[in-house]
């Protein structure tokens, strides 16, 4: 299986919170692998998503937290929650403002292990 066909199955899992409405698997580099707009659609979510790690991991820096391990960012009506993966990419979830963030937060943690393994079984 592709890291693409794995993407898609971790955003199905993902839609079964019923408050996540948008699932993108980045390049730390910004270009998406997968995202579920079609492309005439899509925004920069991708740059986004890999911009938010860069963030993550400047607050982590000064601020003595450890090596960054993601980033949850809320907005007034929605948050994203979003994973580095060891391959090199990047799992985020966009959900509705009222979904349980920790809850969300442990299954992309789960998801983005489940991303690596088939990366890692495909290498």
């Known amino acids: 299986m ?6 898609a199955e971790v955003a199905e899992a993902l839609h079964r919170v ?10 730390r580099d910004g270009l998406p692998l997968f995202d579920e707009l079609a492309l005439a659609e899509r925004d920069h979510a991708a740059a986004a998503t890999a911009a938010a790690l860069g963030v993550a991991a400047l607050v982590s820096e000064a601020l003595r937290l450890g090596a960054p391990h993601g980033a949850i960012v809320e907005g007034e009506d929605a948050v994203v ?34 991303l690596d393994e088939v990366h890692a079984a495909g290498m």
């Open 81 to 114: 929650v979003v994973r580095p993966l060891d391959c090199g990419f990047a799992l985020a979830a966009v959900a509705d403002a009222g979904v349980d963030v920790g809850d969300l937060h442990r299954r992309v943690r789960r998801h983005a292990r489940e």
């Open 2 to 7: 592709s890291l693409r066909e794995a993407a």
């Open 18 to 27: 019923a408050e996540v409405s948008r699932v993108i698997v980045a390049g």
